[in-house]
């Protein structure tokens, strides 16, 4: 299955999602993961350098596990995505894998642990892509109440080509 092959005209279920993500993880190569954290230290050089490592850090875990637990994943998810939030995420995603391709090429795989952890967290497992706990400067971090996840930085990068903030299901910290 290809995101092409999602039918977005009807429901999307989160197992069409997951099926699309197994599919997406089993092309994945120990390359892929070298070339997309190579990337993300690139990416990351706008980061205070008190961030940068922890930062590198979690996100390489973060591939890391999500590919593990796509690949793995047996759960039976219930319920159907909104397509519209979909759409605008897909679309997040090809403007940053046309970034990636521009620094490595445009046949490589680099671009598909970050895909993969992005749309697995958020339209998978209802969970924000930062994890709680994820350190901002001033000592903000991403955090739970209730059933709801606030992040200190969302308005701030809700626009920024290279975040995933504008499809992450985390809410302004200062919306409490």
Partial sequence: MLVKDLDFKGKISKMDIIAFLKEEAQQIHIN??????SFLRKSMEHVHPKYQEEYIKMYVEGYLKSYR?????????????????LKKAIILLKQQERLMEEEFGKHNRSFKPYMILSLYTTFVLDEPVHPVGTPFPGGLTVRKMGKIYYCPVKKNNENNPLAVCGFCIAKQESDM
């Fill in 69 to 85: 637990d796509v690949k793995n994943d047996k759960t039976i998810y219930e319920g159907f995505v909104n397509n519209d939030e």
């Fill in 32 to 37: 892929d993961f070298i070339k997309t954290c």
